[in-house]
């Protein structure tokens, strides 16, 4: 084991002579390194990802307006138009999310990772209520328990997809405050050891 | 060697930089450039090549932290990535067979236990340049950081007698010269 004081270490490193103009020029190009960007095909896929959201928000927003009735039954246009605003409103937030991390160029592995997980559960949830809504109001038995199996495998699998997003990022958070802990209990006990 | 407490610190700090926190990279950086850039120093002899060589070790530290498996071994890992780049640098620059090559000469038993017992950090610094490669990257990493052998071998990649070795070659060395310039080391 080394027997090294620190001072010695510490004066070692500030023996160290250099020109101030390279550091700077250094620590100017860490600095842009620092701001982690994602690469231009991710960038891409990103912005392409949030136009077409946008493109098909329009097309909801456009169905929203337009709706008869006819895709459903003759009295369902309440209905049809709810689906279709809403459909809307939720293309346009995913739209937003895609353009903005397309914008930024930076993906947060804090944050966005729980709002793409989080948006797709609530697609899930809104897409598995119309087919429900559909099935119930189908006279023919056979499709309607067609449409409710379907809707209920896909919201089985959108659900274990949620949660295991869920469960890794609530593992890394208790790690981290775990950590966090532990790191004040061992100064504590540095603090506690050198006051004898 | 490692403490509890810095174990701890750098397995947070290593979780931190994995998820992409811009504070903990530039944690990361500011508590370990100044240790890093002594070390390629004393490996490169243009300055300008040590800064574009800590550079290009921070940039492959914020991509490969992400493949850390073993966050209380990032001392050894920083300098494993240093060195690797330090020495492809060197490898480009001149050949690294040729500024390397040294024989190893072999420790007789119990001549291993010399101690350094200096205080003039400045003239310790200025002789650590007059003393051959192999030598003066072991007693760097040596003073630098409270490695075991054992990591130092895993650093420079070498079996750990060639450390020992290289370690008493180095110091003795080091003797030598600050004896000739008057300072008192034993």
Known sequence: MNKI??????????SEQFSLNLKEKYEKEVRAMLEIKMSKIFR??????????????AFF??????????MFYKDSQIWGRIIFGLSAVFCLVWAGLMLWIAKTGTFHLKKHPSAIAGLAWVGTIFSTTIFLVMAARDPDSTKSVFIVVASSLFLICASAGFILVRVGLAELNTRESLLKIELRLAELAEEMHKKG | MVTEKEKIYYELLVLRCQRREKDALEELI??????LFYYVRRLVNNEQDAWD??????LKVIYGIKNLREPCKLPVW??????????SHLRKEIGLRKVYEEKEK????????????????????QALTRISLPHREVLTLYFLEDLSVEEIAHIVDVP???????????????????KKKGVNYE
């Open chain 1, 5 to 14: 004081p620190k001072n010695l270490r510490d004066g070692l490193i500030e």
């Open chain 1, 44 to 57: 891409w896929s990103y912005l392409v990802g949030g136009i077409l959201a946008l493109g098909v928000a």
């Open chain 1, 61 to 70: 927003a456009y169905g929203a307006m337009l709706f008869k009735g006819v």
């Open chain 2, 30 to 35: 500011h508590c370990w450039e100044k240790r």
């Open chain 2, 53 to 58: 060589i800590l550079q290009e070790i921070w």
């Open chain 2, 78 to 87: 920083l300098y494993r990535v240093a060195r690797n780049t330090a020495m």
């Open chain 2, 106 to 125: 072999i420790v007789p038993e119990g001549e291993n236990s010399d101690e350094f017992q200096f205080e003039d950090a400045e003239r310790i610094h």
């Open chain 2, 160 to 178: 750990v007698g060639t450390i020992k070795s290289r370690l008493h070659y180095a110091k003795r060395a080091l003797g030598e010269i600050l």
